[in-house]
């Protein structure tokens, strides 16, 4: 399933899936049984998810995709965890900076919270921030929790994920560099946007890319058109479970709850550096992709 929410021709906000390329709305192709938001789907998915079941087979309508503007697919998150999941990020990222990756770093997944009121969609403008001259992107993969739990052990972790979606984690790298050095982590240099979507996929639909305990997925970041960078979600050092494990120990984690793997190895430009491209200007656009999962574009202003 490819959940996703969207603007319809009536200028409403509502929550459908995408099969065949159409965009199918849950509420109205269910009479109202199904809610209009992604996140209401998530929490009650075991009443809701037969109801859809049922829905495939009987569906009428359908919107384009070119009539409807797609949002992001869970406008709404309870709350925004980030990891740095990928050694190959950690090690590049150090080099750029000259510091060596903590032994810390191989002990325990670590992670921030970022702001789970500034997510944005797919093809929405990403305003670069005051005082900000060195924008970066940075290519993740995300989880979506699906339901209420606390001290999940890594063997069970699977059973609370939802599903799947791209995450742009965009970053004000000089601002980061700056009040990083206090010792309380990134804020100002990454509060001003989360861009996920286009669509939130279930986990069964990745099954055929499962490796292990983990996915094989291309991912790739372009910027105006040109690829900058290439990677896989398999050389993911530390799996979803384990940052579950992490996150959740004396937490509770909620439906809804996202869970980002922080950056893929030169998934950004603080790791590719100015041989490769400069920082991120207004007039640029960013797009980032993931086998499996869609295609995430915004344009900077």
Same mark, same amino acid.
């Given at each position: 399933m490819k959940l996703t929410s969207f603007i319809n021709p009536k200028g409403e906000k509502r929550a459908g899936w995408v099969e065949n390329n159409l965009i199918y709305d849950l509420s109205e192709s269910s009479n109202g049984v199904l809610p209009d938001n992604v996140l209401d789907f998530i929490k009650h998915q075991e009443r809701y998810f037969p109801i859809w079941q049922q829905l495939k087979g009987d569906r009428a309508g359908g919107y384009d995709l070119e009539q409807v503007t797609l949002t992001a697919p869970l406008p709404n998150p309870p709350s925004v965890r980030d990891f740095i999941a990928f050694e190959e990020h950690m090690v590049n990222a150090g080099k750029r900076v000259g510091l060596p990756v903590a032994p810390e770093w191989y002990e325990i997944p670590v992670f921030y919270f970022t702001n789970h009121m500034a997510i944005r969609g797919p093809n929405e403008e990403i305003e670069r921030p005051p005082h900000c001259k060195w924008l970066d992107f940075e290519l993740e993969i995300a989880c979506v929790i699906g339901k209420e739990g606390k001290n999940i052990k890594v063997d069970e972790?699977?059973?609370? *994920?939802? $599903?799947?979606? %791209?995450?742009?984690?965009?970053? +004000? @790298?000089? =601002?980061?560099?700056?009040?990083?050095? %206090?010792?309380?982590?990134?804020?100002?240099?990454?509060?001003?946007?989360?861009?996920? $979507?286009?669509? =939130? &996929?279930?986990?069964?639909?990745?099954?055929?890319?499962?490796?292990?305990?983990?996915?094989?997925?291309?991912?790739? +970041?372009?910027?105006?058109?040109? *690829? =900058?960078?290439?990677?896989?979600?398999?050389? *993911?050092?530390?799996?979803?479970?384990?940052?579950?494990? @992490?996150?959740?120990?004396? &937490?509770?984690?909620?439906? $809804? /709850? *996202?869970? $980002?793997?922080?950056?893929?190895?030169?998934?950004?430009?603080?790791?590719?550096?100015? /041989?490769?491209h400069r920082w991120l200007e207004p007039g640029d656009t960013v797009e980032l992709e993931i086998e499996g999962i869609g295609k995430l574009a915004n344009r900077i202003i």
């Open positions: 972790a699977e059973d609370y *994920i939802f $599903g799947y979606t %791209v995450l742009n984690d965009w970053s +004000a @790298r000089d =601002l980061q560099a700056k009040e990083m050095k %206090v010792g309380l982590g990134p804020a100002k240099g990454k509060d001003f946007a989360n861009s996920i $979507g286009p669509y =939130l &996929v279930t986990k069964d639909e990745l099954e055929p890319y499962r490796v292990g305990n983990r996915y094989d997925l291309t991912m790739s +970041a372009k910027v105006n058109g040109k *690829i =900058l960078s290439e990677g896989n979600s398999k050389r *993911i050092y530390y799996t979803f479970g384990q940052m579950i494990e @992490r996150a959740s120990q004396g &937490v509770t984690l909620y439906p $809804g /709850d *996202i869970i $980002g793997s922080g950056t893929v190895g030169k998934g950004c430009l603080l790791e590719l550096g100015p /041989d490769v």
